[in-house]
């Protein structure tokens, strides 16, 4: 406990009485004595000098040349305190525009050339099974953009769910779906507020066509109706290839990846456009995109 500077202060008075005893402000405040010096008594044999009344200590009164103050209710208001200037915001707050569903992208007119899609904010979602290169195909593709452009990786959200994480390779159940849909809905969320203060987006997920759970539906609730889907579909044996250069939790089991390619095979005739990276590599795949997203724009499907 710090106690404070300077002298103590004195014991509370009693009611009724004066200072308390034993405190004396003089033995805590020396200084000169107060009032006049004692005056010492006459040697005898000689007379005494009549002695003269102190000079009183002038008072706390007002100065001779100085008016008395006015009463109160004479006395002029006083002036308002000028107003204050307004304090800078220090927090480093930068306002943003909240986020919102994304739109179509307009059309452009045939006389118009083809949109150049390097240079639009776009929000794609690119599907595909697992080991079909989403994740290195997109962010290959937002690292060589001239535009902002973020990557949002829907395993990845998922994964942020450390303690309790409902694996879906254990089984698909209530609490795998439910952490999906969770994580969908978080990079939807992540997406309409890049995309609304213009930096594009790339997401990716393994969408299934006949799976509404892991559908488009949601996909479309949650960013919006101007979201570019393009399926990454090269063959099986590729997907296996690069499904066993995998670890942890990326990693499946050859008959899961077998099932989950047979069940992507359903976009064919969607209308979904559809990469076949078989035999490409992934700058030449990316390159296809903007190919593939150019058309979209121009003729965006419908779905």
Same mark, same amino acid.
């Given at each position: 406990?710090? =106690?404070?500077?300077g002298?103590?202060?004195? *014991?509370?008075h ?9 405190? #004396? ?33 002038p008072?706390?009164?007002? &100065?001779?040349?100085?008016?008395p ?16 200037p ?16 994304? &739109? ?30 989403k994740?290195s ?6 690292? =060589? ?7 949002? #990786?829907?395993d ?11 694996? @879906?390779?254990t089984?698909?159940?209530e609490? #795998?779906? &439910?952490?999906?849909?969770l994580?969908?809905?978080? $990079? ?12 594009? $987006? ?6 299934f ?5 892991v ?6 609730? =949650?960013?919006? @109706? ?40 359903g ?5 979904? *456009?559809?990469?076949?990276? #078989? ?7 990316? =390159?296809?995109?903007?190919e593939?997203l ?10």
């Open positions: 406990m710090q =106690h404070p500077v002298s103590p202060l004195p *014991p509370p009693q009611p009724g009485q004066g200072p308390a005893l034993g405190w #004396s402000p003089a033995a805590h405040h020396p200084g000169p004595p107060q009032g006049p010096a004692p005056v010492p008594p006459a040697a005898p044999g000689y007379p005494t000098a009549p002695r003269q009344a102190p000079v009183p200590h008072g706390p009164g007002p &100065a001779p040349h100085q008016p103050p006015a009463p109160a209710h004479h006395r002029p208001a006083p002036a308002p305190p000028a107003s204050a307004p304090v800078p915001d220090t927090t480093g707050h930068v306002p943003l525009p909240p986020g919102g569903p994304v &739109a179509v992208p307009s059309v452009p007119p045939a006389t118009a050339a083809a949109p150049d899609p390097t240079t639009t904010t776009l929000a794609v979602l690119l599907i595909g099974p697992a080991g079909a290169g994740t195909v997109a962010k290959y593709w937002a690292d =060589h953009r001239r535009v902002p452009t973020a990557h949002i #990786s829907l990845d959200v998922r994964e942020w769910v450390r303690s309790g994480f409902a694996d @879906p390779q089984g698909w159940n609490h #795998s779906e &439910a952490q999906y849909r994580a969908r809905r978080t $990079c939807g969320f992540s997406a309409r507020n890049f995309l609304a203060n213009g930096i594009s $987006c790339i997401l990716d997920d393994a969408v066509p006949d799976r509404p759970v559908g488009l539906g949601g996909w479309k609730r =949650h960013v919006g @109706p101007g979201l570019l889907p393009v399926v990454l579909l090269p063959g099986l044996d590729i997907v296996l290839e690069r499904n066993a250069e995998r670890s942890g939790n990326r990693r499946l089991t050859d008959e899961e990846v077998a099932r989950i390619h047979g069940r992507m095979a976009w064919y005739g969607s209308g979904l *456009p559809i990469i076949d990276n #078989s035999q490409l590599d992934v700058p030449e795949t990316a =390159h296809l995109l903007d593939v150019s058309r979209s724009i121009a003729s965006p499907p419908a779905w």
